[in-house]
């Protein structure tokens, strides 16, 4: 039952992204026929770097949450699971979606097309998500936390009362 509900949702998140996806290549059709620029394929594929990354992230919360009610025996067992629908899931919204939606319109090689969304997931993957990570408020949190442990115990290594 867990497991259905894991893959209900993970179902749900990339088909939300291959909408938005389409959406915007759409749009990048559209606006080729209004003097399209190479600004505007840029534009257009940061946005869908964007979406990507984004999904990506959301992915992994929702998959780790639900990962987590599958009832797993060992800590082992609940990463791995979480690993391998990780690894499916983002490579489908990484790879194999930009794949269909570009060569469902003949768009490899061109500007826009499926090199250069290729070449931006991949510059924004590499600068993103470990900002996302440095900037991370809840490892902050957690980090201020154990300082502040930190301080306590080196004022009472011991761990008795002092009186």
């Known amino acids: 039952m867990a497991k259905g509900r ?3 949702a993970t179902i749900a998140l990339l088909s939300l992204c291959f909408v938005l996806i389409i959406g915007f290549h759409l749009l990048k059709e559209q606006a080729k026929s209004f003097e399209f620029s190479e600004i505007g394929a840029l534009l257009f594929g940061i946005a869908i770097s964007f979406i990507i990354t984004f999904i990506n992230n959301c992915l992994v919360i929702v998959l780790k949450k639900l990962s987590a009610n599958e009832g797993h025996y060992t ?3 609940f990463y ?6 990780l690894v499916w899931a ?12 570009n060569y469902y319109n003949k768009n490899i090689g061109d500007v826009g097309g499926l090199i250069d969304d290729v070449c931006y997931i991949l510059a924004f ?7 996302i990570n440095f900037f991370n408020p809840w490892y902050c949190l957690k980090w201020c936390k154990r300082r502040s442990l930190r301080k306590i115990v080196k004022r009472n290594p011991g761990g008795h009362t002092i009186s």
């Open 6 to 8: 894991t893959l209900i």
């Open 80 to 85: 791995t699971s979480n690993a391998q629908k």
């Open 125 to 131: 993957n590499a600068v993103v998500n470990p900002m």
């Open 75 to 77: 800590y082992t067992d």
């Open 90 to 101: 983002q490579f489908f919204n990484t790879g194999v979606v930009i794949f269909i939606i």
